[in-house]
């Protein structure tokens, strides 16, 4: 599997979100020679424990995220991130979860995006859960890299909630190797998003694969667990 980062926007302190800096971040990846190239849609669910009796100690994970990728449609993976463990389960997993009838939605987020480019059960605690939800959109291909670019709102609202972006090298599958080039790349597009002058900037966050047992060859375990590293801020946003 080729490697990818992710990375959300940052805006600078007092200023807020809008979609027309995601507008500028798009015309940006076309004007470095971005071509679409099909569409992608992904989703991650924010899982919390609901406890009916306060007395009774929790024995199970307090919360955790279930991702579902679109180029692997029939695994689902699950991160624990205070554990530091990440499990791919078979996609019906999710069918069972809801039979179960143990999940209660609260929030759902949409992410709308432009694109430039065995879990064992014996019985599952009642939970409250967050879905975060990316619509189909559109991918960019741009010489030996995707990139995709995409918006964050709550389904019930057109507030903006924020703005990822995901980089994905296709020529290798090792994390060191490509690296450098990544880097390289990141410098080229923050030099190139800086021309805008938009109110902030992307920043990616290194993701400690070592933590949850990854090894070098980036795999869709390392996907989940970017995700789950950068949707924490996201998460809090729509929780506060």
Partial sequence: MTVKWLMHWQPKPGTTLSTQILTEACQCVESIGGQKDG???????????????ALVPVEHARDFLGLALQEQPAKYYFILRPNRIVLE???????????????????TLNFETSFFQSFGISRIPD?????????QGFQYKLGDFQVRVGKCVPSASEALRGIMMEVEYIPLSSIDKSRQVLEEFFDIWQETISKKSLPGHFMHIESNFTDYGLQDRYTSHHTAVQYATCMAQLIAAVRG
Avoid: C, G, N
């Fill in 89 to 107: 389960a078979d996609a019906s997993i999710q069918v069972i979860m809801e039979k179960l009838q143990s999940y209660k939605a609260r929030v």
């Fill in 127 to 135: 939970v409250e859960k967050v879905h975060l939800f990316y619509k």
């Fill in 39 to 53: 569409r992608w849609r992904s989703v991650l669910t924010f899982y919390k424990p609901m406890q009916r009796d």
